[in-house]
C-alpha cells in the first residue's frame, strides 16, 4: 500500500463527515427550550423597571426637599407668590396690553414710548402689585396662597379696565419700570407652565428633568407645585396613569 | 422556518428534531467527548432560535445552521483555552511509511481520532479540512498565525495516521462492533 497524499486523507475524512449524525442522547430539546423561554418573559420587567425608577426618583426628591426645606424656613414665600401670580397672567395681560397700546397710541401719541416698553415688560406687574402685594407681605402663610391664586383668577376678568386704569396714571407705570423687579418678568413664555416659575423645590427640579424626557401631555411623573410644598399630582407609566394634570 | 422566526414554539422543536443529528455530529468533530458536545449542541441552538431573524435566505438554510454550530464550537474551545491553558506537546511527528486501507474505516473511528486529538490541532484539522477555512481564516479566528495553523494541520494529519494505523493494528474489526 502507498503512503497517502494529505489531499486523499482529507478528503476521507470530509466523506466520513458529510452527512454524518449522530443521535442526542440526552433529552437536549427540553433543556433548550426552558432556556428559550425566559427570553420572551423578560419584557415584562420592564414595566418594573420603570416602577422602580419613578420610586427611586420620588425618594431622592423627598430626600432633598426635607434637606432644603429646613434650610429655607419659607422666606422666600412671599416673592414666590409673586412670581407665580405673575406668570399665571403672563399671556393674556401681554396681549390685552398690545391691543390697548394701539387704541392708545393715537390717542396719547406723546405717551407712546412710555407705553409700549411696558408692554414689553407685562404690565401686569403693575396690574398685580397694588392689589395683590400688600396682601401677600401681610398673610404669608401657605394656606392663604390658594386665597391669592383665587384672586389672580379675578382680575384677568376685567383687565382691561386695569390697562386702562394703570395707562391713565403713567407716573405709577414709570416708577414701577424703572425699579429692579422689572427686569425679572422679562423671562421668556414656555409652554409648559412649570418652568416658568423657577426652581423652587424638588418637585421642579423633577419636573423639569420629566419635561426636557417626556414630552407626553401627561408625563411620566409630574408634582404640583404650586405651593411651596411639592406633592406628586400625577403619574403616567404606559398603561398606568394617576391623577391628571390640573390645567386651568 | 417562518415559524421559528415568528417563535413557534412547535416549529422550534421539528427544526430541532430534523437537524440535530447532523448538527451533533458537527459538534462532536470539535469536541473532546459526547458531553462536551452536547453542551455546545445546546448552546449553538438557543443562538439559532435568537437568531434565526438575521438569517435573510442566502444559501442553504441547514448550511447557516452548521455556521452557527461551528462558530459556537470554536467559542466554547476559544473560552476553555483561556480557562484550561492547555500546553500543547510540540513533538515531532513522523510520515507513517505505510499505508491502509481506507475502505474499512467508519465515521465513527474517524470520529475517535479527531477527539483523541489535543484541543489546538482539532481546531485546525477540524476548520481546515473539513468547514473549507483557509489558514488565513483560521489564525484570525484562533488568534494564532498563519504559519502555525500550517504547522498545526501537518502535525494533526500525522497524528491522525498513526492513530489510523495503531487502530487497525489492535484488532480494527473490535472497533465496529
Not at chain 1, 13 to 39: G, H, N, Q, Y
Not at chain 1, 123 to 142: C, G, H, R, S
Not at chain 2, 32 to 53: C, H, N, P, S, T
Not at chain 2, 160 to 172: A, Q, R, S, V
Amino acid at each position: 500500500m502507498q503512503p497517502i497524499r494529505d489531499k486523499d486523507f482529507d478528503q476521507l475524512f470530509k466523506d466520513a463527515f458529510a452527512e454524518a449524525e449522530v443521535t442526542p442522547s440526552r433529552d437536549l430539546w427540553s433543556s433548550i427550550e426552558s432556556e428559550i423561554i425566559p427570553k420572551k418573559k423578560r419584557i415584562i420587567p420592564i414595566y418594573w423597571l420603570s416602577a422602580a425608577a419613578v420610586l427611586l426618583i420620588a425618594t431622592i426628591g423627598i430626600l432633598l426637599y426635607q434637606q432644603q426645606n429646613t434650610t429655607d424656613e419659607h422666606k422666600q414665600l412671599a416673592s414666590n407668590i409673586i412670581e407665580k401670580t405673575k406668570s399665571e397672567v403672563h399671556e393674556p395681560v401681554a396681549k390685552d396690553t398690545a391691543k390697548v397700546v394701539e387704541n392708545v397710541v393715537p390717542v396719547l401719541p406723546v405717551r407712546s414710548k412710555a407705553v409700549s416698553a411696558i408692554a414689553k415688560t407685562k404690565v401686569k406687574q403693575d396690574v398685580k402689585p397694588a392689589l395683590e402685594q400688600q396682601q401677600i407681605i401681610t398673610a404669608p402663610e401657605m394656606q392663604k396662597q390658594e386665597t391669592t391664586v383665587a384672586k389672580v383668577e379675578e382680575p384677568k376678568k376685567d383687565i382691561k379696565t386695569k390697562i386702562e386704569e394703570a395707562i391713565l396714571q403713567p407716573k405709577e407705570e414709570t416708577v414701577i419700570v424703572a425699579s429692579p423687579t422689572a427686569a425679572k418678568t422679562d423671562e421668556p413664555i414656555n409652554d409648559n407652565e412649570q418652568s416658568n416659575k423657577g426652581i423652587r423645590n424638588v418637585g421642579d427640579v423633577v419636573n423639569l428633568i420629566v419635561n426636557k424626557m417626556d414630552k407626553r401631555k401627561d408625563k411620566l411623573i409630574q408634582f404640583r407645585t404650586d405651593d411651596d410644598d411639592s406633592s406628586l399630582s400625577s403619574i403616567n407609566i404606559g398603561p398606568f396613569k394617576i391623577g391628571k394634570r390640573n390645567k386651568k | 422556518m417562518e415559524g421559528c422566526k415568528a417563535g413557534d414554539r412547535k416549529m422550534q422543536e421539528l427544526l430541532y428534531k430534523q437537524t440535530a443529528a447532523k448538527m451533533l455530529a458537527v459538534c462532536m468533530r470539535y469536541a473532546r467527548d459526547r458531553m462536551e458536545a452536547e453542551d455546545v449542541l445546546q448552546m449553538g441552538y438557543i443562538k439559532i432560535f435568537q437568531k434565526i431573524k438575521e438569517y435573510r435566505g442566502d444559501g442553504s438554510f441547514e448550511g447557516w445552521i452548521r455556521r452557527v454550530m461551528v462558530n459556537t464550537a470554536i467559542e466554547s474551545y476559544r473560552k476553555n483555552l483561556r480557562s484550561l491553558n492547555v500546553v500543547e506537546i510540540d513533538e515531532a511527528y513522523e510520515q507513517p511509511s505505510t499505508g491502509f486501507d481506507f475502505g474499512t474505516l467508519g465515521m465513527q473511528d474517524l470520529m475517535k481520532v479527531i477527539q483523541k486529538l489535543a484541543d489546538g490541532y482539532r481546531m485546525v484539522f477540524n476548520m481546515y479540512v473539513i468547514e473549507g477555512y483557509s489558514h488565513k481564516e483560521i489564525g484570525e479566528t484562533l488568534g494564532i498565525s498563519e504559519g502555525a495553523s500550517k504547522s498545526q494541520l501537518s502535525r494533526a494529519r500525522a497524528i491522525l495516521k498513526e492513530e489510523i494505523i495503531k487502530m487497525e493494528g489492535f484488532g480494527y474489526a473490535t472497533y465496529t462492533g
